[in-house]
């Protein structure tokens, strides 16, 4: 059964720190998404991962996806306060459709 | 475009009641999901339909089932609804026929939080 696993949980880092989360998962995938929640809102879609390699990265967040690890991370450059929120990964099943999310790690970037 | 739409916002249900959430897509997405999310918790993926005329389970299928009436909607409902269902519920759809084809990511909508007492 696909499990995905999150670290840390929680994190609270100063503004301009750089950080990052990491994102285990145990069956085999090479299709990995990360998402942002802000608290009482929906999923906001972050990046999409599909090969072994893959790095992408959007404004101070670089995701990037090693398959033979089975681990993927979100790195976060020079933290700022509007970056706070819940992220989550999620990965897809081989030849399914069937997307299982970590428990997601809620950040807190303090001034 | 709305994008996913979903009704309602808000429910509160007693032990028994039944109810029917629905959702709407407007981007001709192939594809719709029904997740719920609990306190601490990732989504769980409740039921999909990978094109119109298909429904499958997910990982938490029990106490639920699904309609989709058409391409555009897909509706979830709660027979016997028990405490043990409060949760915040998320509809989503992708556009590829499964997420484990191409690149399209899933667009959610903006989710019903329904309490059961």
């Known amino acids: 059964e696909l499990k995905v696993e999150q670290n840390p949980l929680f994190l609270s880092m100063q503004e301009g720190k750089n950080y990052t989360i990491y994102c285990n998962y145990s069956?085999?995938?090479?299709?990995l998404y990360w998402y942002r929640q802000d608290p009482g809102k929906s999923l906001e879609s972050l990046f999409v991962?599909?090969?072994?390699?893959a790095v992408k990265q959007e404004g101070r967040l670089m995701a990037s996806l090693d398959t033979k690890a089975r681990l993927s991370t979100l790195h976060i450059t020079a933290a700022v306060h509007d970056l706070s929120a819940t992220y989550f990964c999620?990965?897809?099943?081989?030849?399914?459709?069937?997307?299982?999310f970590g428990a997601g790690t809620r950040l807190t970037v303090k001034p | 475009n709305a994008g996913v739409t979903q009704t309602p916002k808000f429910q509160v249900l007693k032990t028994g009641q039944s109810m029917t959430l629905q959702c709407a897509q407007d981007?001709?997405?192939?594809?719709m999901y029904w997740y719920r999310q609990d306190p601490g918790m990732g989504l769980r993926l409740i039921y999909y339909?990978?094109?119109?005329?298909?429904?499958d389970k997910g990982e938490v299928p029990n106490g639920y089932n699904v309609s989709r009436l058409n391409k555009r909607e897909f509706s979830l409902r709660l027979e016997s609804a028990a405490p043990s269902q409060t949760s915040v519920y998320f509809c989503?759809?992708?556009?590829?026929?499964?997420?484990?084809?191409?690149?399209?990511?899933?667009?959610f909508g903006p989710g019903t939080r329904l309490t059961v007492t």
């Open positions: 069956t085999t995938s090479d299709r």
């Open positions: 981007m001709n997405h192939n594809s």
């Open positions: 991962l599909l090969s072994n390699g």
């Open positions: 339909s990978a094109s119109e005329g298909t429904t």
């Open positions: 999620a990965v897809v099943q081989y030849n399914n459709n069937d997307m299982r």
């Open positions: 989503a759809s992708s556009y590829l026929k499964g997420l484990w084809q191409g690149t399209y990511e899933q667009y």
